[in-house]
């Protein structure tokens, strides 16, 4: 069964910057489109960005220009960089497939201070 494992999260102060890391096992990994989602308390679930298996990537409005997500499939790990944080991006952080999810992670908190 797959599982994925969230890490890299924290507290910074606005304009700081986090990378996060999610590291899959115990899937076909590289054929897969991937996502960071996050969700913020009394908030739904967003998607933030997504990578295709070939390395096209897409991004929410609200974090274009600040956040790049990125992809090794030797490793089975997809990464978000985070730059120019805003409190506003404060969340719990969660990586997975764009369908067909795996079982969810633990998440990583991300908490951004005025």
């Known amino acids: 069964q797959t599982q994925l494992v969230e890490s890299g999260g924290g507290l910074v102060q606005a304009g700081g910057s986090l990378r996060l890391s999610c590291a899959a096992s115990?899937?076909?990994?590289?054929?897969?489109?991937m996502a960071w989602y996050r969700q913020a308390p009394g908030k739904q679930r967003e998607l933030v960005a997504g990578i295709t298996s070939g390395g096209s990537t897409n991004y929410a409005d609200s974090v274009k220009g600040r956040f790049t997500i990125s992809r090794d499939n030797a490793k089975n790990t997809v990464y978000l960089q985070m730059n120019s944080l805003k409190p506003e991006d404060t969340a719990v952080y969660y990586c997975n497939k764009v369908r067909y999810y795996f079982p969810w992670g633990q998440g990583t908190q991300v908490t951004v201070s005025a």
């Open positions: 115990g899937s076909i990994f590289s054929i897969n489109t």
